[in-house]
């Protein structure tokens, strides 16, 4: 052992990184070389300081109370709710619209899974306008966005790469949504924003686009490839289908 | 505690066991308290969120990349300065090859105000994992997941953020 090599790994060696042989030999060659030794101690030195007390902040005594308090709406947002919102009512036309496409009426059959899943959308593209939480990793390149998922989802999201048409991919988050965490990714179109969620369907059963659309924003949602796709965005329905449309292009 | 409404698993299981864990690492990223404060009640809010998506045995790393990215956004909203200052890892390598000198040692003498400014200096990147290793007591492998960088990024930058730590502790002592 050599001082330069000990220098290399000195702090592999500190944080207790190194398999047992190198330790040994480092352990030996501190023993006979003051250079080394006098860095290694100033760097005991510093970790001895660092472990001081005064340098951990705990948590204030209330803090625990605080985030209970402002995670409860949250949680309770995860429990199905008996009730139907008052601008149901107000989005009945749009509704009764949609519920002409005939590839709606399976959906129709089910409605208060649809319409949770379609509340959870709607929610989580409005919090992922919100300042900061568009996504957690952010990224045009769909080779960046998709391993970054791994390990985070039990399921590999499809990233479609579709800027040659004009949608520009903006990043990934998680989110949740169908009482399941699912893959948001977020693609612009000019000034729109546009929130695909994805999440394993189960089921080998396929749909083709159904359109919803609440509170401003256009909704279509269809299930390809074991995977049901939800998307959200301000862009008027004809543009959202021409997405739509890629989106399944691109991973057919 | 017998007022309050039912917990949930998530925030019991992930969140309340590392609720100082979560505090310290989101205080020493802002340095400043109540933007502390504010960074974990919106990580926690994101753990619950997100807790499906936890599959893993390591609820305080898991908890922490969680902190970590909260408080990231929360740089970027607030002192976007501060969270985008472009960092050039061999701009700022100077430190790294310098032979140590006896100064080094001066960190006895230090007073802890002294070693809270010097890690409080350090550039965010150096920081952060400094802090998760020393203070968290983190393993290597832990850091990297949390940082979402590379091992080898994760020793070169405690490499540096040590060396930052005991040069801004020798210019200190010089200067009495």
Request: glycine share 4%; with cysteine.
């Amino acid at each position: 052992m050599i001082c330069s090599e000990f220098r290399a790994v000195l702090h592999a060696f500190l944080d207790g990184e190194l398999d047992l042989v190198r330790q040994v030999e480092i352990e030996d060659h501190l023993r006979t070389c003051g250079a080394c030794s006098r860095i290694h101690q100033a760097q005991l030195a510093l970790r001895s300081a660092l472990k001081s007390d005064e340098l951990y902040f705990r948590a204030p005594a209330n803090l625990e109370r605080k985030v209970r308090m402002a995670a409860q709406p949250a949680e309770r947002k995860r429990l199905p709710r008996p009730r139907m919102p008052a601008w149901i009512g107000a989005s009945f036309a749009a509704a009764a619209v949609v519920a002409l496409a005939i590839f709606v009426v399976p959906k129709l059959s089910r409605p208060s899974r649809t319409e949770r899943i379609a509340q959870d959308v709607v929610s989580a593209h409005i919090r992922s306008l919100m300042p900061g939480h568009l996504t957690d990793v952010p990224s045009s390149e769909n080779h960046t966005v998709k391993p970054w998922f791994a390990g985070k989802l039990d399921f590999s999201p499809p990233v479609a790469d579709l800027s040659a048409e004009g949608f520009l991919l903006v990043g990934g988050r998680l989110d949740y949504a169908a009482d399941r965490p699912v893959a948001a990714l977020v693609y612009r179109k000019g000034e729109h924003l546009i929130n695909l969620f994805a999440w394993p369907s189960g089921s080998t059963h396929e749909s083709t686009e159904a359109a919803d659309a609440r509170q401003g924003y256009n909704l279509l949602f269809w299930t390809r490839g074991q995977t049901n796709f939800w998307a959200i965005s301000d862009v008027n329905a004809a543009e959202l289908r021409q997405f739509a449309s890629l989106v399944r292009a691109h991973l057919s | 505690m017998d007022t309050q409404p039912p917990p949930s698993s998530a925030f019991d299981q992930v969140v309340v066991p590392h609720l100082d864990a979560a505090y310290n690492l989101a205080r020493w990223l802002t340095r400043n308290e109540h933007d502390a404060e504010d960074v974990v009640q919106e990580a926690a809010l994101r753990a619950l969120r997100f807790f499906g998506g936890f599959h893993g045995d390591n609820a305080r790393a898991w908890l922490l990349a969680i902190v970590r990215n909260a408080c990231y956004d929360w740089l970027r909203r607030n002192r976007p300065a501060e969270a985008s200052a472009s960092f050039d890892e061999e701009v700022h390598s100077s430190a790294v090859d310098q032979d140590p000198t006896p100064e080094d040692l001066v960190i006895e003498q230090a007073g802890r105000h002294r070693l809270r400014e010097a890690l409080e200096a350090l550039p965010l990147a150096w920081r952060e994992v400094l802090v998760l290793r020393e203070l968290e007591g983190l393993s290597y492998r832990e850091i990297a997941d949390v940082a979402g960088i590379k091992m080898g990024t994760v020793m070169s930058r405690l490499a540096r953020a040590r060396s930052g730590i005991q040069q801004q502790l020798a210019v200190d002592s010089k200067r009495e």
